[in-house]
C-alpha cells in the first residue's frame, strides 16, 4: 500500500513538474512575444501608442516620442487628455471615443495646431484600450496644395487667356497657329476654327517686317515693338507686339507665344500729343517750343553762310480790354483771324509763331540782306505789311473791332545770343514800341538792355538791403497855426555805393517783388514805436505821425489785425496815427475798404487821402468812406499862383472839404505867397520845404524842441 502511494505520488511531482515547465515555457514565450512586438513596434517608422480604457499611456515608441515632442518616460501611465488637453473637442477626442464605444476601427486625418503639422491617425479598439499608428503627411499635405493652387492658376490663366482683351496667339516654328484666344477674334474677326493650323503670315500684306521680327526673336528669344497687322475685313491696325520663345525640354524653339495690344487710340492720342507739343491749340501756328527750335536752327544757318535774320515780337494794343469787354471767346476769334493775315506777310522759309495771349513772334530769315542797313530796311518793309493787315477790321460776330499792334525787332546774324536773349531783346523793343503809344514798331537798342541790368541790379541789393537793415524813416513836419503839429514818416534807402535814395528810385520795385509787404510793416511799426517814444516826453507828446499805406500792403486780409498787434506791441497811441491811402486803394473793392478802415477807426486811427485830385477822385466814394483828412497834391499847389485851373482846383477842393466836414493839409509848400493863398481860401495845415524838407530822426526832434523854447 506504502509502495503504491509512493508510486502515485511520483506520478504526481511528475505532472507538477511538467505543468511548472509547461508554464515557465510558456511564461517565457509570452517574454519572447512582447520583446519581439516591442521591437517590432520600435523599429516601425509610423509613431505607435497604446492607451488602455482609462485613457492611460502604456506604451509609446520612440517614433511617437518624436512627433509628440515628449519622452515617454513623462507619458506613461499618465492620461491622454491631461498631458495634451489642446485635443479635447477635436476630431481626436470624438473618433477616439467612437472607436471605444462602437468597437470600430477609425480613420482621418487632420491639422493639429500644438505640433504645427498635419497626422495621418489610424485608431484599433481592443479589451485592452486603444492602439493608435499616426504618421507625419505635413509635405504631403503641402504638396497636394500645391499642386491644387498649381492647378486652380492653370485652370484660372486658361480663362483669363480668354478673358483678356489683348489678342494672345500661340504658333509654331512652322508658323502654324495652335492656340487663338477670344481677344484675337474680337481684335481681327476671324474665330479660332478658322485660323488653327493656317499660317500666322495671314495677319500681314508686307512679311518683310514680320520676318525681320521674328529673325531676333529666334536670336534673342523674345522681341517687343510695334507692327502693322491686317485684319479679316482688310483693314490694317497698329499693334503693340510682345513675342516670347518658347523651348522644349532641350532646349530647342517650339513655338511663339504672342501677345498683341490694338493701339489704334494709342497712336491717334500720340498724333494729337505731338501736334499739341509743337502747335498751338488756338491758331495752329508753331508754339514757343516750335519757335526755340526754329530760332536756334536760324542761328546755326545764320552764322554757316553769314547773312542776317530778324526776330520780331507782336504785341496786339489794348487787347486786355476786348477781352474784358466782350469776352474771351471774342478775343480768342480775333487771334484765329490774325493767325493767317501774319503767315501771309512772311515768304515760306520764315515762321510765324504764337507764344502765348496775344503775343506773336515772327522769325525772318528768307533771303535777308548780310548788310545791316539793308537787313534793316527789309525788316521795316515786312513790319509796314504787318501794320498794314490790321487796316481790315476783324469780324466778331456782328461786331467789327479795329485794332493795331505793337512791334519789337532784334536783328542777328551769328550765335553770339542765346534764343533766350534773342527774345528779351525782342520782347524789350516791343515794350518801347508799347510806351510811345502802341502801333509802332521799334529796333532793340543796346540802352535798353543797359536801363534792364539797371533795374535788375536795383532789385538785387533791394533784397540785400533788407537783410543789411539799410533803411531808414526821415520825418517831415505839418504845421498848422500853433506850429510843428505832427509829421510824415517818410522812407530812406542808405544805399551802400549810390548813398541816399528817396522813395521813387526803390518803392515801385519793391511793389514789384512783394518786398512792399515786409518793408511797409516795418515802416509802420517803426513809426509806431517812435510815437510811444515821443509820448513820454512833454515837446512831443502831442505829435501825430501819418503814414504811407500802399495798395498791396492794405489788401491783404489781415491788414486790421496787423494794425492793431503793431499798436498793442509798441504801446502807440492810435489817435496819433494817420494812415494816408491813395486814391487807387479806395476804388477796389469798396465794401472791403470801408469794413476795414471802419475797423481801424473804432480803434481811434484816422486816415487821410493822399494826393487828393489825381486819381480817381470821386464824391460817390468821397461820402461813404470814414477819411479825416484829403492832402492837395503838390502838382496843384505848386503852380497855384501862375496857373487860373490849379488855382480853381485848389478852391474847390477846400470848399468841397469844408462842406463834407473834412479837415485838409497842403503838400509842396515852398513858398510864403503859396502859404498865404491856401491860407486865404482856408487851408491851414501844411507841409513843405517852406517848413523842413524830410528830417533825420535826430534833427527832426531838434527842431521840435527849438520851435517849443521859441515859443516860451
Known sequence: MKKEKAVALERLNKKLLLAIEEQQATTLELSNAKLRTEKILESITEAFYAVDREWRFTYVNKEAENLLRRPRGELLGKVLWNEFKEAIGTIFDREYHRALAENTTVKFETFYAPLEGWFEVHAYPSEEGLAVYFNDISERKQSEQARQEAGARIRQQASLLDKATDAIIVNGIDHRIQFWNEGAKRLYGWTSEEVLGKSIELLYEDTLTFNEATSLLLNSGEWRGEIAQRRKDGSILPVEARWTLVRNEEGQPKAVFAINTDITQRKSAENKIQYLA?????????????????????????????????????????????????????????????????????????????????????????????????????????????????????????YKHHTTASIGVA??????????????????????????????????????QAAINARAALESDLHKSWERNEFVLHYQPQVDSRGIMGAEALIRWQHPRRGLLPPDQFIPQTEETRLILPLGAWVLETACTQLAIWSERPTTAQLNLAV????????????????????????ADPQRLKLELTESILVHNMEDTIEKMAALKAKGVGFALDDFGVGYSSLYYLKRLPIDWVKIDQSFVRDVLTDNNDATIVRAILLLAKSMGLAVIAEGVETVAQKDFLATHGCTTYQGYLFSPPLPLDQFEELVVEEKNAQY
Open 548 to 571: 504811407n499805406i500802399s495798395a498791396r500792403q492794405f489788401s491783404q486780409p489781415d491788414f486790421v489785425e496787423q494794425v492793431v498787434s503793431i499798436l498793442d506791441r509798441t504801446g
Open 278 to 398: 509743337f502747335f498751338d491749340s488756338l491758331t495752329g501756328l508753331p508754339n514757343r517750343q516750335l519757335l526755340l527750335d526754329r530760332l536756334r536752327q536760324a542761328l546755326v544757318a545764320r552764322a554757316r553762310n553769314h547773312r542776317m535774320g530778324a526776330l520780331l515780337f507782336i504785341d496786339l494794343d489794348n487787347f486786355k480790354l476786348l477781352n474784358d469787354t466782350f469776352g474771351h471767346d471774342l478775343g480768342d476769334r480775333l487771334l484765329q483771324q490774325l493767325a493767317p493775315r501774319l503767315s501771309s506777310c512772311v515768304r515760306e522759309g520764315d515762321t510765324v509763331a504764337r507764344l502765348g495771349g496775344d503775343e506773336f513772334v515772327i522769325i525772318l530769315v528768307t533771303d535777308f540782306s548780310e548788310d545791316y542797313d539793308a537787313a534793316v530796311a527789309q525788316v521795316k518793309a515786312v513790319c509796314e505789311r504787318i501794320r498794314s493787315t490790321f487796316n481790315q477790321p476783324f469780324s466778331l460776330n456782328a
Open 411 to 448: 536783328v542777328f546774324n551769328d550765335q553770339s545770343h542765346t534764343t533766350d536773349e534773342l527774345l528779351k531783346q525782342a520782347d524789350l523793343a516791343m515794350y518801347q514800341a508799347k510806351a510811345s503809344g502802341g502801333n509802332a514798331m521799334c529796333f532793340f537798342d543796346p540802352d535798353m
